[in-house]
């Protein structure tokens, strides 16, 4: 059973930058294709980042706006979601999903960490 923890999140200021880890357990990460998304109370889950098992890369350009890169590390099981010029509208618990199938950039996903608050003060 994989296992997913995201690390990483915290409050900042607008125009800071941050960067999200997130740790798999449990599998063969380098065979797992990884996405972010992010969720704000009362409002549905949003796709924000993908990278494929080969390291290709896909953004949600009306989430990020060129601002956040995924990558990821298969020597350290990790993926990263680095965040630039962030905005207040950026405050969000993210979370970060996997699967070994491929899938639409937004999923479905099968696994799923627990989250990290993103909080992005003005």
């Known amino acids: 059973q994989l296992q997913l923890l995201e690390s990483g999140g915290r409050s900042v200021q607008a125009g800071d930058s941050l960067r999200l880890s997130c740790v798999v357990s449990?599998?063969?990460?380098?065979?797992?294709?990884l996405a972010w998304f992010r969720q704000v109370p009362g409002k549905e889950r949003q796709y924000v980042s993908v990278?494929?098992?080969?390291?290709?890369?896909?953004t949600n350009t009306d989430v990020a706006k060129g601002r956040f890169t995924i990558s990821r590390d298969n020597a350290k099981s990790t993926v990263y979601l680095q965040m630039n010029s962030l905005e207040p509208q950026d405050t969000a618990m993210y979370y970060c999903?996997?699967?070994?199938?491929?899938?639409?950039?937004?999923?479905?996903?099968?696994?799923w960490g627990q989250g990290i608050q993103v909080t992005v003060s003005s």
């Open positions: 990278i494929t098992q080969g390291g290709a890369t896909s």
């Open positions: 999903a996997a699967t070994s199938r491929v899938v639409a950039a937004d999923g479905p996903y099968d696994y």
């Open positions: 449990g599998g063969m990460f380098s065979g797992l294709r």
